[in-house]
């Protein structure tokens, strides 16, 4: 079993969720053929997501470790990317089991009407099996590794529903919920940020979003010339020569240029599945919603979180040299940054301003955590048979290791038993007042088509 779990996660998930999605598109009547084009369309859309994402880190990773070398920064525990990071979480003995605990766990609460997120984003399942490894290896005990796995997923099913209006308010995707275990958690940090920023003269009347800078700058708050300047001055702190720092602007303002475009390839493909899916629960459950559950690469293409995530990179770098105690460097995990700030962007409503501030205050405390994980982190990466980087004694990540849910599972699991359970009792208590209240607007509530 174990075998044919890892076969599937390997293809990975251009591959694994144009499956998935063909599938579900059988069960919800929609003809095979248009099925079929909708799961290829959305394989085709992750390919060049991710194409755009390596760009980016292909030209931001060098950058950034010229600025450590510049900066002389000597840390002991190595930030390996979440693809190290998902691969360890997979090849753990609690991780075998993490993609059906995460499909029993989102039925039975869709049956007992306490989510209506339907998560097809099985891949990113990664997220609670990585939960659980660390648990099973802090506490001793394979089923406290698999219990933390249950109320991580039932946690990300919650908090998909709370944020599922702001998706589609935001970004424009009705009908879709990231119940994404790096991106959404977020959420949970910039709601209390966001009240705290209407109370600050000044900063609560400051428009940053980009359509706004774009009003005041002219040609100079165009996205792609955002990018260009971010690029130059990342260049220049990195200490590139003229022709570097010019490419890396470049390709920086590329990426503001075609993440956007990649991420409309998608969700052409998405659509007909979103359509489909909300006449199947018209017919079958008059009065019910769903939301389709899937990767918040959905969203970090926006301006918003490409340009907060330029601004970060030298913030973050900055952090781990003056934040006592840490001893994470990150390097893996600095082409991801817009996973981590992508469900900031639309609390904030685009302010990139309040996006970096809480970005800075997020990853901060995380380097503290992930430094504070270290131990646990390395010990699993150990027992898969993780090829260490050249010197490294000891790995961490900003994703999943600094994210918030991941201290909520790690402290709550020294409580044993009955620390999950509360957290358990609380998410399950919430998502049944969530999936009770009335839809936002009746335009939420009937919306069915995507927007490209």
Same mark, same amino acid.
């Given at each position: 079993?174990?075998?044919?779990?890892?076969?599937?996660?390997?293809?990975?998930?251009? *591959?694994?969720?144009?499956?998935?999605?063909?599938?579900?598109?059988?069960?919800?009547?929609? =003809?095979?053929?248009?099925?079929?084009?909708?799961?290829?369309?959305?394989?085709?859309?992750? &390919?060049? !997501?991710?194409?755009?994402?390596?760009?980016?880190?292909? +030209?931001?990773?060098?950058?950034?470790?010229?600025?450590?070398?510049?900066?002389?920064?000597?840390?002991?525990?190595?930030?390996?990317?979440?693809?190290?990071?998902? #691969?360890?979480?997979?090849?753990?003995?609690?991780?075998?089991?993490? &993609?059906?605990?995460?499909? #029993?766990?989102?039925?039975?609460? /869709? *049956?007992?009407?306490?989510?209506?997120?339907?998560?097809?984003?099985?891949?990113?399942?990664?997220?609670?099996?990585?939960?659980?490894?660390?648990?099973?290896?802090?506490?001793?005990?394979?089923?406290?590794?698999?219990?933390?796995?249950?109320?991580?997923?039932?946690?990300?099913?919650?908090?998909?529903?709370?944020?599922?209006?702001?998706?589609?308010?935001?970004?424009?995707?009705? $009908?879709?919920?990231?119940?994404?275990?790096?991106?959404?958690?977020?959420?949970?940090?910039?709601?209390?940020? $966001?009240? /705290?920023?209407?109370? !600050?003269?000044?900063? =609560? $009347?400051?428009?940053?979003?980009?359509?706004?800078?774009?009003?005041?700058?002219?040609?100079?708050?165009?996205?792609? !010339?955002?990018?260009?300047?971010?690029?130059?001055?990342?260049?220049?702190?990195?200490?590139?020569?003229?022709?570097?720092?010019?490419?890396? %602007?470049?390709?920086?303002?590329?990426?503001?240029?075609?993440?956007?475009?990649?991420?409309?390839?998608?969700?052409?493909?998405?659509?007909?599945?979103?359509? #489909?899916?909300?006449?199947?629960?018209?017919?079958?459950?008059?009065?019910?919603?769903?939301?389709?559950?899937?990767?918040?690469?959905?969203?970090?293409?926006?301006?918003?979180?490409?340009?907060?995530?330029?601004?970060?990179?030298?913030?973050?770098?900055?952090?781990?040299?003056?934040?006592?105690? +840490? =001893?994470?460097?990150?390097?893996?995990?600095?082409?991801?940054?817009?996973?981590?700030?992508?469900?900031?962007?639309?609390?904030?409503? %685009?302010?990139?301003?309040?996006?970096?501030?809480?970005?800075?205050?997020?990853?901060?405390?995380?380097?503290?955590?992930?430094?504070?994980?270290?131990?646990?982190?390395?010990?699993?990466?150990?027992?898969?048979?993780?090829?260490?980087?050249?010197? #490294?004694?000891?790995?961490?990540?900003?994703?999943?290791?600094?994210?918030?849910?991941?201290?909520?599972?790690?402290?709550?699991?020294?409580?044993?038993?009955?620390?999950?359970?509360?957290?358990? *009792?609380?998410? /399950?208590?919430?998502?049944?007042?969530?999936?009770?209240?009335?839809?936002?607007? =009746?335009?939420?509530?009937?919306?069915?088509? &995507?927007?490209?």
């Amino acid at each position: 079993m174990g075998d044919v779990l890892q076969y599937f996660v390997d293809l990975g998930a251009s *591959v694994l969720l144009p499956i998935i999605i063909f599938v579900f598109g059988l069960i919800l009547k929609t =003809k095979p053929s248009q099925a079929f084009r909708a799961g290829l369309t959305v394989g085709i859309g992750f &390919i060049a !997501i991710n194409l755009v994402i390596g760009l980016l880190a292909e +030209n931001l990773g060098p950058a950034a470790q010229q600025m450590v070398n510049r900066l002389g920064i000597e840390l002991s525990v190595i930030d390996v990317g979440w693809p190290a990071t998902s #691969a360890i979480a997979f090849g753990s003995s609690v991780g075998a089991l993490a &993609i059906p605990i995460g499909l #029993a766990v989102n039925i039975a609460l /869709l *049956v007992f009407g306490l989510t209506k997120t339907l998560n097809i984003d099985l891949w990113n399942l990664w997220h609670i099996a990585f939960t659980g490894a660390l648990v099973s290896i802090m506490t001793g005990s394979f089923v406290m590794g698999l219990v933390t796995c249950i109320v991580h997923a039932i946690v990300l099913l919650v908090l998909a529903d709370l944020t599922a209006k702001h998706v589609a308010e935001y970004y424009g995707y009705p $009908n879709i919920s990231f119940p994404h275990g790096t991106s959404t958690p977020y959420y949970l940090l910039a709601m209390p940020l $966001n009240k /705290l920023f209407d109370r !600050i003269p000044g900063l =609560k $009347n400051w428009k940053a979003d980009p359509e706004a800078i774009q009003k005041k700058l002219g040609i100079f708050g165009e996205s792609t !010339i955002v990018g260009l300047i971010l690029g130059i001055i990342i260049g220049v702190l990195a200490g590139y020569n003229l022709q570097e720092t010019l490419q890396l %602007g470049v390709a920086t303002a590329a990426v503001m240029l075609l993440l956007p475009r990649m991420v409309s390839i998608l969700m052409e493909g998405l659509a007909p599945i979103s359509e #489909a899916a909300g006449e199947f629960v018209k017919r079958r459950f008059p009065g019910r919603e769903v939301y389709i559950g899937m990767d918040s690469a959905l969203a970090v293409g926006h301006p918003a979180a490409i340009a907060s995530t330029l601004i970060l990179t030298p913030i973050v770098l900055l952090l781990a040299i003056i934040v006592p105690g +840490n =001893k994470v460097l990150p390097f893996g995990d600095l082409a991801t940054l817009p996973f981590i700030v992508c469900m900031m962007v639309p609390i904030f409503r %685009g302010n990139v301003i309040r996006t970096v501030l809480a970005g800075t205050i997020a990853l901060g405390f995380g380097l503290l955590l992930a430094t504070y994980i270290s131990p646990l982190f390395t010990e699993a990466a150990r027992n898969v048979g993780f090829a260490f980087p050249e010197g #490294a004694g000891a790995v961490s990540s900003l994703v999943d290791g600094a994210v918030p849910t991941t201290a909520l599972f790690i402290f709550g699991a020294k409580l044993g038993y009955i620390g999950l359970g509360i957290i358990g *009792v609380l998410a /399950l208590v919430t998502g049944y007042f969530v999936n009770r209240r009335r839809p936002a607007s =009746k335009q939420e509530d009937n919306a069915t088509k &995507i927007p490209s």
